[in-house]
């Protein structure tokens, strides 16, 4: 008969999850799942690549969930009764221990995962998306590399920057131009004296080198942007806001220049592009930024835009499934790619 030594706190948190799960898959926010199907000649090629992981990597998620779940056997009762007893001890009625009990024990769960979920999930991608991405696009792909601010804040689109965050990182040559693409969650504040938290956004960043002749500086933010966002950008210095006099764009993007005759870079023809990324645009209109040495373009994205995700440490790898998806993810990000370079390389495309 198994004993408490074999009780695993894991299974009750997947089966927690599983039910969220479930509720998730109804809504609106459901991942979207495979939408591109890799071609089979493709599929077994990385296949052949993959599996000889496989047996390394499911040996790192039973290492994962047994150091879990033995942190968790000593730290939830711990954590959980210790606040029980202090709590009926300082005079505290049955309920109250109970409760405050129970969100101790919880606590104790999160201390016992710590970062080893996350980390298990960037080992699993780290092994996986590299091989993918190059066999399929010949670019290089990191995991959660570092994330240069300096160059976050270039865009002058975050005033009160707080963090960012970036979880993956393709990058390589399209047709001779140098891409890059970063899947990013940026922080921000506001300076509002009531608005003290500060507020997260997630976005498919697609950066293209570029080389043009005597531009400025060109910012352009959606107008259905958080407005506590908009509001910081028009007290920022640096860009100075302005109308390009064409009222289709102007009603949907804010503009900001510098100097101000770098507007003229923002042609009729580059204008109708970038109204047009609207159709590609997984979760509302990009954000742009056109300097002299690089585009920009920034896609925001929800839960169900989430690529190259690597499932919880209680799921036993699917090396096939997870192949799969990530070659979807891919081809979806490559679909956006080339909209973007469409805006100043209508030859880039293949």
Sequence with gaps: MAGYADFSFTEIWARIGGAADSVLANSSLAPRGIVVDLPDEERDALQSLVSPMVA????????????????????????G???????????QGLVSALIFGALAAVAGWFLAMGNRASKYQAAVKSRIAPVTTGLLAGFD???EPETDLARVRDWQLFPKLQSARTLDRVAGVKNGVAV?????QVGYSSSAKLDTIDHTLSFAVFE???????????ALTPDDAPPR????????????????????FDRVYRVRVNPPD???????????????LAVVAPAGRPYVVLTPEYLVVLFPTLHADLAFHVPP???????QALVAQFASDLAVRTKLLNAVLDLSFPRARE
Excluded: N
């Design 56 to 79: 390394d990597l499911e040996a790192l998620r039973l290492q994962t969930l047994e150091t879990v779940d033995k942190r968790a056997r000593l730290l939830v009762p711990l954590a």
């Design 81 to 91: 009764g210790a606040a029980f007893i202090a709590l009926l001890l300082g005079g």
């Design 141 to 143: 792909h990191a995991v």
């Design 180 to 184: 890059r693409l970063s899947e990013m």
């Design 208 to 218: 293209v080198q570029v080389a043009s002749d005597g531009i400025g500086a060109i």
């Design 229 to 248: 966002l908009l509001a910081e950008q028009a007290k920022s210095d640096g860009l100075r806001a302005t109308l390009t006099g064409d009222a289709d």
């Design 262 to 276: 770098a507007l003229s870079a923002l042609t009729p023809d580059l204008r109708s592009a970038i109204l047009g």
């Design 313 to 319: 440490y209680w799921v036993p790898i699917d090396a």
